[in-house]
């Protein structure tokens, strides 16, 4: 065999090596999903509200998000965040809440939402009734969404409802597990990256219906990237008193107290990853 012709069948293999390659790097498959996904966020609000309820007495703090999502609908969160020592007594002044739940798919976009949520506040506690009661709270809830709509249950399965033990008028204990919250949720897209917050909500606290409210808000949140701005204007009718002084008070060590319900607006800087 010539010189010229080896070299001219070693061009035609080579030629022939690299387009298998690439036929083979076109028809490789792709990388598979994972199985778990995670999203999070690090947020800065004005004023934490909890179904219109302030947690820090209208002082700003900052909170921090993180969910893990599986594939087949399950799911388990972290969220913290700063509360008010005049809140949570004798706390650290922080909020832990762990949840998890099972999503189970209706259609594209809609699905049924059943879960639990623990709240738990370090340190927290006070005496009352010869007993040591203390805030953490778990919930068990029950939703669907649909689309840019949502509607969902909650009922306490702890005995003391956020440390809601002593009724106002007897000073007596009281279990007030049970306490059931309700809520809708509209948030429809108005333009690209520009979302309508409404809410609605209706709390009724078991044994101690005078702290029984309802809470509506109404608000914008727009996108800009990973950054989340909102602002929003909410109210809770929560307004019984005892002796002049709201129910809704909650007292600094030294005696002074804040009315944490009524009216309140609330700016929000969220950063998501």
Not at 260 to 268: D, F, N
């Amino acid at each position: 065999m010539s010189k010229k012709l080896f070299s001219m069948l070693a061009a035609a293999g080579c030629l022939a090596c690299a387009a298998g390659g690439a036929l083979a790097a076109d028809a490789a498959p792709a990388a598979p999903a994972p199985d778990w996904t995670n999203t999070g966020n690090l947020t800065l609000v004005s004023d934490y509200l909890f179904r219109g309820i302030s947690q820090t007495q209208a002082k700003p703090t900052a909170q921090a998000t993180l969910d893990f999502t599986h594939v087949s609908g399950f799911y388990l969160g972290l969220f913290g965040s700063g509360v008010s020592h005049a809140a949570y007594n004798n706390g650290s002044g922080s909020e832990i809440d762990v949840y998890g739940g099972y999503r189970y798919p209706l259609s594209e976009g809609n699905n049924i939402d059943a879960g639990l949520v623990t709240y738990w506040y370090p340190g927290a506690h006070y005496a009352a009734g010869g007993k040591d009661i203390k805030y953490h709270t778990q919930e068990a809830k029950l939703g669907v969404n649909i689309g840019a709509f949502n509607a969902y249950a909650w009922v306490a399965l702890s005995e003391y409802w956020f440390g809601f033990a002593v009724q106002p008028d007897s000073g007596k204990l009281a279990n007030t597990r049970g306490t059931a919250y309700v809520e809708a949720n509209w948030n429809p897209e108005l333009a690209p990256g520009l979302v309508l917050n409404l809410h609605a909500g209706r709390q009724q606290v078991r044994n101690m219906s005078d702290f029984n409210f309802f809470d509506v808000k109404a608000g914008v949140t727009k996108t800009i990237d990973s950054w989340a701005f909102s602002a929003a204007a909410t109210y809770n009718s929560g307004d019984a008193s005892k002796n002049g002084t709201p129910l809704w008070t909650f007292f600094n060590a030294d005696g002074s107290g804040k009315n944490v319900a009524q009216k309140r607006l609330v700016l929000t800087a969220a950063r998501n990853f």
